[in-house]
């Protein structure tokens, strides 16, 4: 199997694999963090790293083969970290055809849980949590977008990255009917906080890996100046 490459999820059988998704808008030290522990802790055998594809009004993302471009400059010699090209409609199609065959465990932070599954509005946390991560068949306006990336997959448990020294254990373990395998203690890191440096003119370096900080520096994205290189 291609570690920085998926295409043939036939090789995942019988594994158990966390599906963490989200903008990577830059993937930094931290989301590296919650990576390297998911799987040095025996939580995962693999894990399929998607980022947001947009179509959505959440964020004005970078475009997703930049991002894409920057997992796989990371990650290319991992044996066991994947990145794909599929569209969520492909992936939910790879992974259907697995059926039960495939463990699919979600890794999520902490504000998911406390904003959306789990939030203060109940009503609006169960229509959440009946699609989110349900492998619910995607309906076609969903087959290219970050929506249908949330949907494709059913997880059967959770990974939880806790920020902000946040404390879960009110949950016992589970959030609603799934149960949450483990917690990752996350780093203080965030992608906003990498993209602010850069529109100041400030360093940025120590927050992301050299393979990502090159990639930034080279395309010029969040406003970073090709001219002082």
């Not at 799987?39 to 947001?52: C, R, T």
């Not at 609006?124 to 929506?147: C, N, Q, W």
């Amino acid at each position: 199997m291609s570690a920085a490459l998926l295409d043939d999820a036939s090789a995942l059988r019988g594994k158990k694999v966390g599906y963490y998704t989200g903008s990577f808008d830059p993937l930094h030290l931290g989301h590296q963090h919650v990576i390297e522990k998911a799987l040095s802790n025996g939580l995962v055998d693999y894990i399929l790293v998607y980022p947001a594809p947009g179509g959505d009004d959440f964020k004005n993302r970078s475009a997703l083969y930049l991002r894409q471009k920057m997992l796989a400059s990371v990650y290319e010699e991992h044996p066991r970290v994947l990145v794909t090209l599929w569209t969520p409609k492909e992936l939910q199609d790879q992974f259907f055809a697995l059926g039960e065959e495939v463990e699919v465990i979600g890794i999520i932070g902490s504000d998911v849980v406390t904003e959306k599954l789990m939030g203060p509005d109940p009503i609006l946390s169960a229509k959440y949590r009946k699609v989110f991560m349900r492998g619910i068949s995607l309906p076609e306006k969903h087959f290219h977008d970050t929506v249908g990336a949330i949907m494709a997959l059913k997880a059967h448990a959770f990974i939880v990255s806790l920020r902000g020294g946040i404390d879960l254990s009110y949950l016992d373990q589970k959030i609603y009917d799934r149960p949450i395998l483990g917690f990752i203690e996350s780093t203080e890191h965030s992608s906003t906080q990498v993209r602010e440096a850069i529109e100041r003119g400030e360093p940025f370096e120590h927050l992301v890996s050299f393979p990502v900080q090159a990639l930034i520096k080279r395309e010029g994205m969040y406003g970073f100046d090709k001219e002082v290189l």
